[in-house]
């Protein structure tokens, strides 16, 4: 399991400090409710996202916030991020260079039934090239539109085939860009990108459709 920690540290590029600022304000100005979660429920969270594998490919990722999206699911969680990772310089003489990456948001819910580990994302040209040499893309014959546009990767595909709501299909294919981990009944979605307007709206809409596709 990855270590996932709930200690304060600075992005590269602004403090986080303003970050959550722009982040408050983004849904005062939605007129959007959330409500932070206690210390509790982030421990209970932290536990959670240490099993996605998408968490273990960097040296630190810290917890600085998250939020309960009012309205939707209780397991339905906005969670602020921080991630590090680290380069070796090419001279002998210089020191391990550490890089911080931008605080970033990740959406996190629970979905029925079981999907077992799944992994979606953009799909480029080189999945196209790749997957005619050695073809272990999951296509959805059901939505052609969703299978042109993401790549779909699971440990067992029966056990997808058989359990996936395609109106979950249906809300991931509404946004661009979009990198999901599917663990079991967990989802947690990203954007590879820094907290701002944008990313949050895809991230909260992703939230939002999913839940009323769910609950319908």
């Known amino acids: 399991m ?12 602004k403090s ?23 210390m509790n429920e982030e421990k209970k969270i932290i536990k959670i996202l240490s ?7 960097y040296d630190k990722v810290t917890l600085f916030s998250s939020f309960k999206l009012i309205g939707c699911n209780y397991e339905t969680t906005l969670i602020l991020l921080t991630f590090n990772s680290h380069d070796y310089t090419v001279s002998r003489n210089a ?10 948001l990740i959406g996190l819910t629970s979905i029925k039934p079981d999907l077992g580990n799944v992994f979606i994302k953009p799909e480029t040209i080189t999945d196209k090239f790749n997957e005619l040499i050695n073809p272990v893309e999951i296509d959805f ?16 595909e029966q056990q997808l085939r058989l359990n ?11 946004q661009n860009d979009l990198y999901i981990e599917i663990k079991n009944r ?3 979605a990203r954007t590879l990108k820094p907290v701002n307007n944008d990313s949050i709206n895809v991230i909260v809409e992703l939230m939002n459709g999913i839940d009323k596709a769910t609950k319908s």
């Open 2 to 13: 990855v270590e996932i920690f709930g200690s304060y540290i600075y992005s590269s590029s």
């Open 16 to 38: 986080l400090d303003n970050t959550i600022e722009d982040f408050e304000k983004y849904f005062r100005e939605k007129n959007i409710q959330i409500q932070k979660l206690n």
């Open 51 to 57: 099993q996605f594998s998408m968490m273990s490919k």
């Open 95 to 104: 020191p391990r260079v550490i890089k911080n990456v931008d605080c970033e």
């Open 141 to 156: 014959k059901e939505d052609k539109e969703f299978s042109s546009k993401y790549y779909v990767l699971a440990d067992n």
């Open 164 to 174: 996936i709501d395609y109106r979950l299909l249906e809300e991931i294919k509404r």
């Open 186 to 188: 967990y989802l947690i």
